[in-house]
């Protein structure tokens, strides 16, 4: 497809359980972020992958949370020992590259809403 | 701390009227400011930005303000359309970083027919 495509679209899941959520970007795009919308909020930052580097995870809230783009394309947030407070939307976006000038803006998927009961 | 605050929750306009949406910020920092409108149950799609170099960029019905000095940038939309209707999200990123967005909470637009 032309966008970024995340699945599921929604996700319910039991405290304790382990979670995954897919993103597939737009096609040749290298920067991939995930992004945490818990609600009435705006996006926040979790991750930045630049191909299959993770550059910076900075604002993953705890070590219950893991992400990876093996290849450089799909990319896989992992929940494990899920919380109610990890309750939110989880978008995924994608960008052609970064670099000082390139100014592209993100993309963004529609999200994967987790609700964890 | 949030460094980007959207003060206005919501904000309702007629139709073929302005709409002013607010965002100010606290990082002197940052230099590439984005917009993003966001639909119920969609991602947010980016709609315009602004380089910290300049104080105003547009594009047909949307413009973008700039005020480096007060830390603050406006998005200007005229006519407003019901279809305008929807969250709004202000943006703000260092270019010289990793590239991550920083938001603010939204503005709730309502184009009243």
């Known amino acids: 497809g032309a966008g970024v495509s995340q699945s599921p679209r929604y996700k319910v899941a039991k405290r304790g359980q382990d979670v995954a959520l897919r993103c597939d970007p737009i096609?040749?795009?290298?920067?991939l972020f995930w992004y945490q919308q818990a609600l009435g909020q705006g996006p926040e930052f979790l991750t930045y992958?630049?191909?299959?580097?993770?550059?910076?995870k900075s604002g993953l809230p705890s070590d219950r949370f893991f992400a990876e783009r093996p290849e450089g394309s799909v990319s896989t947030l992992k929940i494990q020992r899920t919380q109610q407070e990890d309750s939110a939307v989880y978008l995924c976006?994608?960008?052609?590259?970064?670099?000082?000038?390139?100014?592209?803006?993100?993309?963004f998927g529609d999200g994967t809403r987790l609700s964890i009961l | 701390d949030q460094q980007v605050k959207q003060n206005s929750p919501s904000l309702s306009v007629q139709e073929g009227r302005i709409s002013i949406l607010n965002c100010d910020y606290t990082?002197?920092?940052?230099?590439?400011f984005l917009w993003y409108k966001k639909y119920p149950a969609e991602g947010p799609t980016f709609l315009i930005s602004?380089?910290?170099?300049?104080d105003k960029n547009e594009d047909g019905r949307f413009t973008v303000f700039l005020n480096k000095s007060a830390k603050h940038l406006s998005l200007h939309i005229v006519p407003s359309q019901p279809g305008d209707s929807a969250v709004y999200f202000c943006?703000?990123?260092?270019?010289?970083?990793?590239?991550?967005?920083?938001f603010g909470t939204g503005t709730r637009l309502k184009v009243l027919a």
């Open positions: 976006a994608s960008s052609p590259r970064t670099g000082v000038g390139s100014n592209q803006p993100q993309h």
């Open positions: 096609s040749g795009h290298v920067s």
């Open positions: 992958f630049q191909n299959e580097a993770q550059l910076d």
């Open positions: 990082n002197s920092m940052f230099d590439y």
């Open positions: 602004i380089s910290s170099i300049k």
């Open positions: 943006a703000a990123t260092l270019s010289g970083g990793t590239y991550k967005y920083i």
